[in-house]
């Protein structure tokens, strides 16, 4: 079947030049010889047009060029869809790029695009929202919060943004029903996560992999908190955080889970993010795995 891709551009993502991109896109989906398409995405985030338009012009390729909150808009309208996705990574964070291995160069994703495999990956639910990579639930959120508002994009400003709020922002009281069991526990945050990371190659769950069917749940504390600044940069930046199947324990500052579901009672509203775009937040957040949720093209 001959393949023809559509191509989404956000006009306002990350800091990489627009017209530069437009303009490598058409000369290498020329040279390939492939039809295509270039739309631009727009603010609302809203593509229910896209199924439709799918079927009714044999499209193949659904291909994204922002960062993960706009993979997340567009691959909501793609669940049990049988095109494949495409990521060219030009977002601030490019967190399931780099989870997935397509890493941030364009040149190197447009050639896994061309010339890569299309492969599942899981998603999940988040009360009614759709995600792909990471939701979190306290400080990270109100980095991300904060980071939306901010005219300068990028690794720089999220660490500034980061630090300041880490030792500003106090624990939120949360219950959580996870694996049969349930505990109340004071947190700095709760990050639920499909890929292994924020974004910009810091880690937050080192072992989570697209497509193994389960969620990486990580609780952070709120015990001596240059202690557990030090814990998140050895753990979870370098990828030695050791996973914790007992619930109950309390004697390290980073608890760690794998679950197919869990619950989150959060009496305090804390904040809460969707693949790092602020969200509206809830007493009550079910979380939930959708295995094999679409396609994405991956290195070979």
Same mark, same amino acid.
């Given at each position: 079947?001959?393949?023809?891709?559509?191509?989404?551009?956000?006009?306002?993502?990350?800091?990489?030049?627009? $017209?530069?991109?437009?303009?490598?896109?058409?000369?290498?989906?020329?040279?390939?010889?492939?039809?295509?398409?270039?739309?631009?995405?727009?603010?609302?985030?809203?593509?229910?047009?896209?199924?439709?338009?799918?079927?009714?012009?044999?499209?193949?390729?659904?291909?994204?060029?922002?960062?993960?909150?706009?993979?997340?808009?567009?691959?909501?309208?793609?669940?049990?869809?049988?095109?494949?996705?495409?990521?060219?990574?030009?977002?601030?964070?490019?967190?399931?790029?780099?989870?997935?291995?397509?890493?941030?160069?364009?040149?190197?994703?447009?050639?896994?695009?061309?010339?890569?495999?299309?492969?599942?990956?899981?998603?999940?639910?988040?009360?009614?929202?759709?995600?792909?990579?990471?939701?979190?639930?306290?400080?990270?959120?109100?980095?991300?919060?904060?980071?939306?508002?901010?005219? $300068?994009?990028?690794?720089?400003?999220?660490?500034?943004?980061?630090?300041?709020?880490?030792? $500003?922002?106090?624990?939120?009281?949360?219950?959580?029903?996870?694996?049969?069991?349930?505990?109340?526990?004071?947190?700095?945050?709760?990050?639920?996560?499909?890929?292994?990371?924020?974004?910009?190659?810091?880690?937050?769950?080192?072992?989570?992999?697209?497509?193994?069917?389960?969620?990486?749940?990580?609780?952070?504390?709120?015990?001596?908190?240059?202690?557990?600044?030090?814990?998140?940069?050895?753990?979870?930046?370098?990828? $030695?955080?050791?996973?914790?199947?007992?619930?109950?324990?309390?004697?390290?500052?980073?608890?760690?889970?794998?679950?197919?579901?869990?619950?989150?009672?959060?009496?305090?509203?804390?904040?809460?993010?969707?693949?790092?775009?602020?969200?509206?937040?809830?007493?009550?957040?079910?979380?939930?795995?959708?295995?094999?949720?679409?396609?994405?093209?991956?290195?070979?």
């Amino acid at each position: 079947m001959q393949r023809k891709l559509l191509y989404f551009i956000n006009p306002i993502s990350g800091t990489k030049n627009k $017209k530069i991109l437009t303009d490598l896109i058409e000369k290498k989906s020329s040279i390939k010889n492939l039809a295509f398409e270039i739309l631009h995405t727009n603010k609302e985030g809203v593509y229910s047009f896209l199924p439709e338009k799918i079927l009714s012009e044999n499209i193949t390729d659904i291909i994204i060029c922002g960062g993960d909150g706009t993979i997340k808009q567009i691959t909501s309208y793609l669940l049990n869809s049988h095109v494949n996705v495409g990521v060219i990574p030009v977002g601030s964070g490019n967190g399931l790029a780099l989870g997935a291995g397509i890493g941030v160069n364009v040149n190197k994703a447009l050639d896994i695009i061309f010339n890569g495999k299309a492969e599942y990956i899981d998603g999940f639910y988040i009360n009614n929202s759709f995600g792909c990579m990471l939701t979190g639930v306290g400080f990270d959120a109100i980095v991300a919060y904060e980071f939306s508002k901010q005219k $300068k994009r990028g690794l720089f400003p999220y660490i500034k943004l980061s630090l300041f709020h880490f030792f $500003k922002t106090n624990a939120y009281p949360f219950t959580i029903e996870i694996n049969e069991n349930k505990f109340e526990t004071k947190a700095l945050f709760i990050s639920i996560a499909n890929s292994n990371q924020f974004g910009s190659r810091i880690k937050i769950a080192p072992r989570a992999t697209l497509s193994d069917g389960l969620l990486d749940v990580v609780v952070v504390n709120n015990k001596n908190k240059i202690f557990t600044a030090i814990s998140i940069l050895k753990q979870i930046s370098f990828g $030695k955080i050791q996973t914790q199947e007992e619930v109950m324990k309390r004697n390290t500052n980073i608890s760690y889970f794998h679950a197919e579901r869990l619950v989150i009672h959060n009496p305090a509203l804390a904040p809460l993010h969707i693949d790092g775009e602020p969200a509206v937040t809830s007493s009550l957040i079910e979380i939930k795995i959708i295995k094999k949720a679409f396609k994405l093209l991956q290195p070979l």
